[in-house]
T-cell receptor
């Protein structure tokens, strides 16, 4: 069965510093992988997704993620953090069993950005 | 387009009461799903639907019922509310299934006393 583990429930960086949010997945088939962001008191919105095309995926707001099959990882990065990046980030994998499949989420990582 | 809408935004129930959380989308999406979000646990799938008349259970279906009579609407029913159902509930939709981008509603914050 597919599963997702996000390492670190809280990450704090200074404005302008590198953002690295870690995600490891477990999947018996080539996975579809996603990163979603949740700003305070809002629903989730898609940052980027991997669907077996290019292994380096670029998303919105300067974020990108690299799919590494050998490491079963899909870490999210941004070269320079901005205050507006403070939010909770969720990694997810699509479980393709059943009609339409199911989206399995990790526990979430809360990103804080210090001035 | 309004996207995915949810009502109410907030609700307080007493143990044993029943209620329905409403979800509607105007994007003609076939796939709709309900999640609950609890601190430290991410989002967990309650029920999902791949089209009108077709529903299936997710990871945590107990205590919840769903039906899908139209493409647009996917209500979630709490049969007899329990304090363990205190959570934030999100509805989402996508074109075909879990491999597509999910569009989330703004959520319903439910407290069960």
């Amino acid at each position: 069965a597919q599963s997702v583990t996000q390492l670190g429930s809280h990450v704090s960086v200074s404005e302008g510093a590198l953002v690295l949010l870690r995600c490891n997945y477990s999947s018996s088939v080539p996975p579809y992988l996603f990163w979603y962001v949740q700003y305070p008191n809002q629903g989730l919105q898609l940052l980027l997704k991997y669907t077996s095309a290019a292994t380096l995926v670029k998303g919105i707001n300067g974020f990108e993620a690299e799919f590494k099959k050998s490491e079963t990882s899909f870490h999210l990065t941004k070269p320079s953090a901005h205050m507006r990046d403070a939010a909770e980030y969720f990694c997810a994998v699509s479980d393709l069993r059943g009609q339409g499949g199911k989206l399995i989420f990790g526990q979430g990582t809360e990103l804080s950005v210090k001035p | 387009n309004a996207g995915v809408t949810q009502t109410p935004k907030f609700q307080v129930l007493k143990t044993g009461q029943s209620m329905t959380l409403q979800c509607a989308q105007d994007m003609n999406h076939e796939y709709m799903s309900w999640y609950r979000q609890d601190p430290g646990m991410g989002l967990r799938l309650i029920h999902y639907s791949v089209g009108a008349g077709i529903t299936d259970q997710g990871e945590v279906p107990n205590g919840y019922n769903v039906s899908r009579s139209t493409t647009e609407d996917f209500p979630l029913r709490l049969l007899s509310a329990a304090p363990s159902q205190t959570s934030v509930y999100f509805c989402a939709s996508s074109v075909r299934g879990s491999t597509d981008t999910q569009y989330f509603g703004p959520g319903t914050r439910l407290t069960v006393l």
